[in-house]
């Protein structure tokens, strides 16, 4: 994914591989896609860490 400058993603939220983010995500969902858009709420709160 690519992350641009001053952009904010809320706490449980996943990125999807490959989208680029241009604006804010809000916590607890999921983005996907070139820009980036919330798809559907991460409902079971799952997060994964590198």
Do not use: C, L, W, Y
Not at 13 to 21: E, F, K, L
Not at 37 to 47: A, H, I, P, Y
Request: aromatic content about 2%; charged content about 20%; glycine content about 10%.
């Amino acid at each position: 994914a690519v992350i641009k400058e001053k952009v904010s993603i809320g706490s449980n939220s996943i990125i999807g591989m490959g989208a680029v983010v241009h604006t804010d995500i809000p916590e607890g969902v999921i983005a996907v896609g070139s820009p980036a858009r919330v798809v559907r709420r991460n409902e079971n709160q799952k997060v994964f860490r590198n």
